[in-house]
């Protein structure tokens, strides 16, 4: 069994998996804390970090409790304990990129406990882990182990064109083979989450903004209003989101009346909606064609948005590719996907990472 850690921004999870099973997956989300600012501020998320990552990491291993019972009855030794905590073979933990003081409260959590259990540490890649969300699936839970809903399934791997978009990131990545992937692009301004996110405030809606824009634009006209589709026919991977943002400034200042509507401000969020989530599909299904791959990975927070997964949905199907969308549960930041992907370096004999290793700030996704 293994222990990850995932404390890369505002959310503290730990999550417990055993054999591609995740046995427990616990997230305190801050969104709450940050919400009263309008984003968030690293000072206070690495004091919740604090404060928070102790007992979500007892409580992942409680929750696994009773699943890891049942893997004890049918263990051959049948020596394993009923204590999670004394089963663990490895500790994991995101160490890069993120907010360097919240990497370091998971980061070193980990490396002290593996330290202490003298077991194998792996430090993981934020955005590496948010490309195996996708492969974590709803399994159908037998009676006996119920708490392990989710399970991935890498029988189907395939080569994919893997999106990644949330309000930190929006990258393309050529995921050629497990373990093995080639970043493709990445925005050169804003996230199209913060993107999402921006727009709403602008229209006043609370933070983050994203999920409520959403909301809102399923009852709105996506032709409505016009507005840009940055780098959409650009024939590179890279993304620009900043000056769709401010083209939403202009278009209130000078229809200031819209926000009065609310007809209108449904419009208006779906109109939004359908420019952002038109270039993400675009971008990701070309590339996919291009490459010759035949899968579409997507995950990362908007990865919850609803015209971006019917979208993708469509266009995958149009082209014939595979679309592998992370399960609703594992789009945000989670640690369950952190110890999949640690599980999988442990199988294929990854070498573990010092004890003493520092996190990465700005540690880039190279294959
Ligand atoms: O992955 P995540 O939890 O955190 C990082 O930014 O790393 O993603 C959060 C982002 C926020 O910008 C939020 O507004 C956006 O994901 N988001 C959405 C939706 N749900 C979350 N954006 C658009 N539509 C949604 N339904
Ligand atoms: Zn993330």
Known sequence: M????ESSCDETSAAVVHDGRVLANVVSSQIKLHAEYGGVVPELATREHLRNLLPVAQSALRAAQPVAAVCDRRSEDGRRSQSAAKDIDAIAATIGPGLPQALMIGARAAQAMAFALRKPFFGIHHHEAHLYSPWVTTANPKPETRNAKLQSDFSTFQPNVSLIVSGGHTMLVFVEAELKHHLLGSTVDDAAGECFDKAAKLMGLPYPGGPELDALAEQGDPRAFDFPRPMIRDLHDDFSFSGLKTSVR????????????????????????????????TKTVRAAKR????CVTASG?????RALRKQLA??????????RLADKSLCTDNAAMVGILAERKLQRG??????????????????
Do not use: H
């Open 350 to 367: 990854t070498a573990p990472t010092s004890f003493d290793e520092e996190v990465k700030p700005s540690w880039p996704l190279v294959g």
């Open 291 to 294: 490459l010759g791959v035949r």
């Open 2 to 5: 293994l222990l990850a850690l």
């Open 301 to 305: 927070g908007v990865t919850c948005n």
């Open 314 to 323: 469509e266009a995958c199907a149009q082209n014939s590719l595979t679309l």
């Open 250 to 281: 202009y278009f209130l200042r000078d229809q200031p009346f819209v926000l009065d509507d609310p007809d209108l401000v449904r419009d208006l969020c779906a109109s939004v909606r359908a420019a952002i989530v038109d270039v993400l599909v």
